[in-house]
């Protein structure tokens, strides 16, 4: 089922997010960690390629397993990083022999090691190429991409960072999904910003309960999110004690996700960082 066809739907989109790991064992945890979160009937989950799309083949035989053998709908990362054109039109007609209906169009981050982007000889620059190629070469996938309610973090100015944003859904975007944040308020700002530039598509907020306090320091500092006052100080307080570190980021997002429900938000999309405690922690406590 293409992803844009489950926003018509009254329940929320519920999504969880997974990387692929370099290992065959890592695999095999991460299929049991996915096959856990079943019960929870998600609209959807996604695999994410490593950084500099080092896990592309391990990436599309997940998503492909996935939808086969659970019977959930799974969504491809696909980047720009160190492909061709080619290569890229290879992974998609792959994806689609597979079954899969839902790819997440991204740029990609640079390959370890290196600390700016560079576009591939005969590859992409910009997801919106990338998305433009999809469309242009007629793949049926249902498209979706990125979006920072808190800016790009290699963009300081908000107001180009939204045209950029617009030239990605004018190419073809069924829908967005943000980056994490921890404050509500991020989100429902950029979202009328979105909404005054004209970008109509749905934007499916990115949530990640935290688990780890050097963990969500590390994230925010890549990705440009704030961690809030409040938060910040809930954690400092409970910093020695691991399982109460747990207890107070799976409080801090089921308080977001309730709230922004109840602001109309279209569903919610978890980081789930490869495991199923915390986020299964979230759904239940969100009665979904």
């Known amino acids: 089922m293409k992803i844009r066809d489950m926003f018509a739907s009254a329940s929320p989109v519920v999504s969880f997010e997974f990387f692929p790991p370099k290992t065959d064992d890592g695999v095999a945890n991460l299929y049991a960690t996915v096959e ?18 080092g896990t592309r083949d391990r990436t599309r035989e997940l998503v492909g397993r996935i939808k086969r053998e659970l019977g959930i709908e799974a969504m491809a990362h696909v980047t720009c990083v160190g492909v061709t054109e080619a290569e890229v039109a290879k992974t998609l007609r792959d994806l689609a022999d597979d079954g899969v209906e839902n790819i997440l169009a991204l740029r990609g981050d640079p ?34 991409a990125a979006c920072y309610p808190e800016g790009h973090p290699e ?3 908000r107001d180009l960072d ?10 073809g975007v069924d829908f967005l999904i943000t980056q994490l ?21 749905p934007i499916l907020p990115g949530l990640m309960p935290v688990t780890n306090v050097s963990q969500v320091e ?3 500092r890549m990705c440009g999110a704030r961690v809030p ?3 910040d100080r809930r954690l400092r307080i409970v910093a020695r004690d691991p399982a109460a570190v ?32 915390a986020t299964l922690a979230v759904h239940a406590a969100l009665g979904l």
């Open 155 to 157: 963009c300081p100015d």
């Open 218 to 220: 590390r994230f925010t």
């Open 36 to 53: 856990a979160l079943k019960p929870c009937r998600p609209s959807f989950v996604s695999v994410t390629f490593g950084a500099g799309g």
């Open 246 to 277: 747990v207890a107070a980021g799976v409080y801090w997002t089921t308080v977001q996700a309730q709230d922004l429900l109840q602001r109309g938000a279209p569903g919610l999309h978890f980081y789930t960082l490869n495991q199923s405690s």
């Open 162 to 171: 939204l045209s950029n944003l617009k030239r990605k859904v004018d190419a």
């Open 111 to 144: 390959p370890k090691g290196q600390a700016q982007f560079a576009r591939t000889e005969g590859g992409f620059a910009y997801a919106n190429e990338l998305i433009r190629f999809v469309r242009a070469e007629g793949y049926p996938f249902c498209i979706g």
């Open 181 to 201: 944040f921890f404050d509500n308020q991020d989100y429902l700002a950029f979202a009328r910003r979105a909404k005054s530039a004209s970008i109509d598509v």
């Open 229 to 231: 006052h409040e938060l």
